[in-house]
């Protein structure tokens, strides 16, 4: 079983559509990161985020860490938002290695 | 251009050749980071260096494969012997560790290895 579990694994949508994505982990962590991914593989960092919510522009994200659940959230959807949108966990015990576990992405497209 | 900067873009080779390839990282980062993307899949953590110490490697990391960072600057990953089955995109990331807990990683472009 994947340490981290994204759903769903494929969306599609219509633009203005509010979009959801979420991510459960089975690890102690000591951050969790949401990225974009772009045909051709350019990753961009979105959020890092160890408690609460975060809110950029369209984008929220939001982190249960008792429940070790996490959701992106995307309000007034727009084709440009088409993209790959990964959850990635940071290990916990903070100070020693930080290599990213990644779920495996939601491929998300959104129609005009 | 101050970001991260992986070089090629993009190798193809033959089995059984060795490729090597440079990432740089934003200047004043300290941690440097190599994944490997398959197809469909989210990446896997390869290793990472903090300065020119590799402080970890993953289990994914044969013998085939070793990276360094002689300067702290730069780092290297290098192939050798390639296999089919290390066909990827190799990603490389940097963060600025300055002991306050949770760092931001920011990526590269990525290298895509296409061993025919």
């Known amino acids: 079983k994947n340490e981290v579990e994204q759903s769903p694994q494929n969306l599609t949508a219509q633009e203005g559509e509010f979009i959801t994505i979420n991510c459960s982990y089975s690890?102690?962590?000591?951050?969790l990161h949401w990225l974009q991914q772009h045909p051709g593989g350019g990753i961009v960092s979105l959020f890092m985020?160890?408690?609460g919510k975060k809110k950029h522009g369209r984008l929220i994200a939001t982190i249960n860490i008792q429940e070790k659940h996490s959701s992106l959230h995307i309000t007034a959807s727009h084709p440009r938002d088409s993209a790959v949108y990964i959850c990635?966990?940071?290990?916990?015990?903070?100070?020693?290695?930080?290599?990213?576990?990644f779920g495996k992405g939601t491929h998300l497209i959104i129609q005009p | 251009d101050t970001g991260v900067s992986q070089d090629p873009r993009h190798k193809i080779t033959k089995r059984g050749q060795n490729v090597t390839f440079r990432c740089d990282p934003i200047?004043?980062?300290?941690?440097l980071y190599w994944y490997r993307q398959t197809l469909g899949q989210g990446p896997e953590f390869l290793t990472y260096f903090q300065n020119e110490a590799q402080l970890e490697k993953s289990r994914l990391l044969s013998d085939r494969f070793s990276a360094e960072r002689p300067k702290g600057s730069f780092s290297t990953l290098e192939i050798q012997r390639t296999e089919q089955g290390d066909s990827a995109m190799y990603l490389c990331?940097?963060?600025?560790?300055?002991?306050?807990?949770?760092?931001?990683?920011?990526f590269g472009p990525g290298t895509r290895l296409t061993v025919t």
């Open positions: 990635a966990v940071s290990p916990g015990g903070g100070g020693g290695a930080d290599g990213l576990t």
């Open positions: 985020l160890s408690s």
């Open positions: 200047s004043e980062h300290n941690r």
């Open positions: 690890v102690g962590i000591s951050a």
């Open positions: 990331a940097s963060s600025l560790a300055n002991g306050k807990g949770h760092y931001e990683q920011y």
